[in-house]
């Protein structure tokens, strides 16, 4: 779904209140929703109404963003949980605490940071983005399958289309590279999610597996991993060329929500080389509907986080 000409473009919020309709009674879980996408998506879900659970590494950090939240929104349902995505233990934990669910936004990521292992050993931005989130979609799937519209919203990135999984030296012990293995990271997830939308489908299951990326935003995300002159180069970019982080959440906010979304789908930016604008179908790399490709990604990821996502193929 595209949207007007420039000149007549609404401002996001408009854009919501014109293509969301209220999601009372529904409960998400938002990963990473302490600052940036994550926290554009709890607030534009709290004003419509959804019970929502944010989830922040950082105790201080969530309750100041919930806080914010609050107080913009006194009447919204929204709590913090504690959920590092670093650390698989913690996404047992965190998955312990949870009810019923209706949609799960895997939305928390790192980017190009120096080399770096998460606490069971895994390359940093494999294991946070790709499979500390495939870990946490297969212990909640059991709740999403009892929604009357389960959903899992899978966000990735426009550099997918320049990686591929090296599963030769998947933790980058021989030859890591920051934006190499950043890419990696957001190929897996849309594989990921991918194979989820054909295992789902192929066992019956009601949820839906659906795919966004935010084109160009700007978020802490470019400031936070890289350093040095990538940092700075980052700073530049974002203050020059990015359009904003509500503009940019508007993507999976619409794929948690819309109506017509099907599973299998992939949402992002309507503009220019996916960069900006509002949401609109897109395509993922070709290679990620690989279904050999598929099959290996979903086998090593359960086979180094130990969780076992009941989906035969």
């Known amino acids: 779904m595209s949207s007007a000409p420039d000149a007549e473009k609404p ?13 009372v009674g529904r409960t998400f879980v938002v990963t990473g929703a302490n600052s940036g996408l994550g926290l554009e998506t709890v607030r534009a879900l709290g004003s419509l109404g959804a019970n929502v659970i944010m989830t922040a590494r950082d105790r201080s950090k969530g309750q100041r963003a ?12 929204i709590e913090l949980g504690l959920l590092d995505l670093a650390d698989l233990d913690s996404v047992h934990e965190f998955a312990a605490t949870l009810g019923e669910l209706d949609v799960l936004i895997n939305n928390a990521g790192v980017m190009m940071p120096p080399h770096g292992r998460t606490r069971q050993g895994f390359e940093l931005q494999f294991g946070v983005n790709h499979l500390g989130h495939f870990a946490l979609t297969g212990l909640l799937l059991d709740r999403l399958a009892r929604s009357h ?9 426009n550099l997918h289309k320049r990686g591929r999984i090296h599963f030769d030296d998947i933790h980058g012990e021989q030859d890591y590279g920051r934006t190499k293995y950043y890419a990696q990271s957001k190929l897996a997830n849309v594989v990921f999610a991918i194979e989820l939308n054909r295992r789902l489908r ?5 949820v839906r597996s659906v795919l966004a990326h935010p084109g160009y935003s700007a978020t802490n995300l470019q400031s936070s991993g890289p350093t040095g002159v ?4 980052m700073k530049a970019g974002n203050r020059l060329f990015a359009q904003d982080a509500e503009m940019g959440s508007l993507p ?16 992002g930016p309507d503009g220019r080389g996916e960069s900006k604008g509002f949401p609109t179908l897109v395509e993922p790399l070709d290679d990620a509907r690989d279904r050999e490709l598929g099959k290996r990604l979903w086998d090593i990821s359960e ?6 996502i009941p989906l035969s193929r």
Not at 202 to 206: F, I
Not at 230 to 233: A, E, P, S, T
Request: aromatic share 8%.
């Open 303 to 308: 086979k180094l986080t130990g969780v076992a």
């Open 149 to 157: 519209d389960g959903r899992v919203v899978t966000v990735s990135s």
């Open 202 to 206: 192929a066992n019956g299951l009601p």
């Open 230 to 233: 990538g940092k700075l180069f």
């Open 252 to 267: 999976q906010l619409y794929a948690a929500t819309g109506a017509d979304v099907e599973s299998g789908q992939f949402y």
């Open 11 to 23: 401002s996001a919020a408009s854009w919501i209140a014109d293509h969301i309709s209220s999601q």
């Open 66 to 77: 919930l806080e914010e939240l609050l107080e913009e929104q006194p009447e919204a349902k």
